[in-house]
Every structure is written in structure tokens, then in C-alpha cells.
């Protein structure tokens, strides 16, 4: 069905949450399980120069489609060298409700905000907050959209296992917020569990993105791909060199216009042409770039909170 006004997708947000970082850099704590990561010297003032322009042009160029940006600025009092990356310690649901997450690494603990959640009850209607990271004290972990790819439609939590995504917080999460979850090993180039399952698939309204490949049992990435189709999406399988290329990790947003795939530079070159041609039948290709931040071994997903939430009507 195609209307002239805005087509709404439950799986596509109009409004994202973006964090401008101060003093960015490649997170030594986080290097040891996130084999995208470029291993960084000291922290240099160049590159959290580089990294606060390109969120401050991510943003623009997001704005500039019509998706609505929520930009905060991360606060030098902290030593948050990933608070470019929100999707990890909050979620936002249809119904108002928003999940806070216990975080693998200490120093990616400091990133949750009071004053964020403070402005959503604000401008949206926020029924209760449910606050996992007090799970963080009996080693469970799970970081948030970037653990979890959530298909909003059949209610499915993709999981890559890993450090990052325990079972015992997935299956908290799932009960509480009504997602069946779906948990499979990978292995990404190096044969080494893929940090993220956000790295390696994108669930949008129309087709999903998988690195089928980097799922270790193929009847299980049977299973993940059949999950996919039955929902009438295409899967459009990604390599291990897109995966590498952040061709993963990118995310559908809904916008006046239609909608778009917001996705790095590098990432959108990474793409076939018949990969392409599927994408844009339903969505248009939203470039941006941000090598800078691709060097933490995140990349525009990571960096888009998206917000599941009804506005309130200012009046």
C-alpha cells in the first residue's frame, strides 16, 4: 500500500538519538573482543576533532532528509571514549518504554544519562523505564540494539553470542518486552566471535542485510534466513569483506519523504550493484561519512539510537 503522506514503518523510527563525542578515541578496554577495531596509539586531539565533525555532519545530512536528530553533547567530566555509540545502553518501544543495558566494558558504563532520558519523558511519552545494568554486577551483559537486532514486526531478537549478549539478560529482556529470541554463534574472516550482531544484519521494512556466512551453523543461518523471508522481507546476503566494510551496520529510518538507509560511506561503496537496486526499491541510500569513527570498529548503526516512542503534542 503506498500513500502520498509519510509511510510509517514500526521497523524504520523517524527519530534518532546521536551523542557529539569531545574526546573520541579507539577504546583500548573494548579492542580485546572487537577484532573491527583499529588499534589506536594515544588519544590524539586530531582524531576527536575529526570524529565531533563527523557526527556534527552525520546529523546535518540526517536532518537534511527529514529524519529528526536528538544531538547531545558527550560531557568532558566523564571518560567516555565510545558515547558515539547510544544504541548500546538504551532502547526505545512502541507503548513507551525504554530499557536501560548493562555494558561488558566499565568505562562504556559511564555513557548512560539521566539528562537523555529526562528529555525523551519530555518530549515523548515515556510510561516506565526498565533499568537492566544492575545486571552488570553479576557479569551479565547485553548491550542494547547493538547485542539485539529486533525484527519489530514478527518479534524476533537476532543474538549473536558473544561476551557482549548473555542468554541469561536476552531471555530478561525477551519476557519482559514480548521477543522470542534467536541466538546463533559466528565467526567473523579470523574465525573470531563477531562482537555485535549488529555488525553482521539489518532488519528493515522491506528486505534485511545478513552475513549469512559469519553464522557458524549453517542450519541455524538457514533458520535466521528463513525467519527473515517469512516475514515477506528479501535477504540479501552480505560477505565477510562488507561485513568488514561496515555494510552491516546500517539502519532503515523513516522520513516525510519515504525511507532511508542510513549507512557509512564505506559501507554504501561496499555494496553490489544488485544489492543496490533491492535497497532502493524500498528506501533510499543515505551515505555518511565517518572513517574517523569506523576506527572505534562501530559504525552508523552503532551511532543511531533510534526512537520507538510517541511524541508528545506540544501545545
Excluded at 589506536?40 to 540526517?62: D, I, N
Excluded at 554486577?137 to 525484527?151: I, K, P, R
Aim: hydrophobic residues 45%; proline residues 6%; contains cysteine.
Amino acid at each position: 500500500m503506498h500513500h502520498a503522506i509519510a509511510p510509517m514503518s514500526i521497523q524504520a523510527p523517524s527519530a534518532v538519538v546521536m551523542v557529539r563525542p569531545h574526546h573520541f578515541t579507539p577504546n583500548p578496554e573494548t579492542a580485546a573482543d572487537n577484532s573491527f577495531q583499529a588499534v589506536s596509539g594515544a588519544p590524539s586531539e586530531a582524531t576527536a576533532a575529526l570524529a565531533y565533525e563527523e557526527v556534527s555532519g552525520a546529523a546535518r545530512v540526517l536532518k537534511a532528509a527529514g529524519v529528526t536528530v536528538h544531538l547531545f553533547d558527550d560531557d568532558d567530566r566523564y571518560n567516555t571514549p565510545d558515547s558515539v555509540f547510544p544504541n548500546n545502553w538504551f532502547s526505545t518501544h512502541p507503548g513507551g518504554h525504554v530499557a536501560l543495558y548493562p555494558m561488558y566494558n566499565p568505562s562504556r558504563r559511564r555513557e548512560r544519562r539521566t539528562d537523555i532520558l529526562a528529555f525523551l519523558k519530555q518530549h515523548y511519552r515515556v510510561q516506565d523505564i526498565i533499568d537492566y545494568s544492575g545486571l552488570e554486577y553479576d557479569g551479565l551483559f547485553l548491550e542494547g540494539t547493538g547485542a539485539m537486532v529486533l525484527d519489530h514486526l514478527a518479534r524476533v531478537a537476532f543474538t549473536a553470542r558473544s561476551n557482549r549478549a548473555d542468554p541469561l539478560a536476552l531471555e530478561r529482556f525477551a519476557t519482559h518486552f514480548n521477543y522470542e529470541p534467536l541466538v546463533f554463534d559466528t565467526a567473523d574472516a579470523q574465525g573470531k566471535p563477531i562482537y555485535h550482531t549488529n555488525v553482521l544484519m539489518c532488519i528493515a521494512t522491506q528486505f534485511a542485510l545478513v552475513a549469512l556466512d559469519a553464522i557458524v551453523d549453517p542450519q541455524r543461518a538457514l533458520e535466521v534466513r528463513q525467519r527473515l523471508e517469512e516475514t515477506g522481507r528479501e535477504v540479501l546476503p552480505i560477505t565477510q569483506q562488507q561485513v568488514a566494510d561496515f555494510a552491516g551496520n546500517a539502519i532503515e529510518l523513516s522520513s516525510p519523504q519515504g525511507r532511508v538507509l542510513a549507512l557509512s560511506a564505506r559501507a554504501a561503496a561496499s555494496l553490489t550493484a544488485d544489492q543496490r537496486l533491492v535497497i532502493e526499491r524500498s528506501a533510499k541510500l543515505l551515505p555518511l561519512d565517518v572513517p574517523t569513527i569506523e576506527l572505534a570498529g562501530g559504525s552508523v548503526r552503532c551511532m543511531l539510537a533510534g526512537i520507538h516512542l510517541a511524541p508528545r503534542r506540544s501545545g
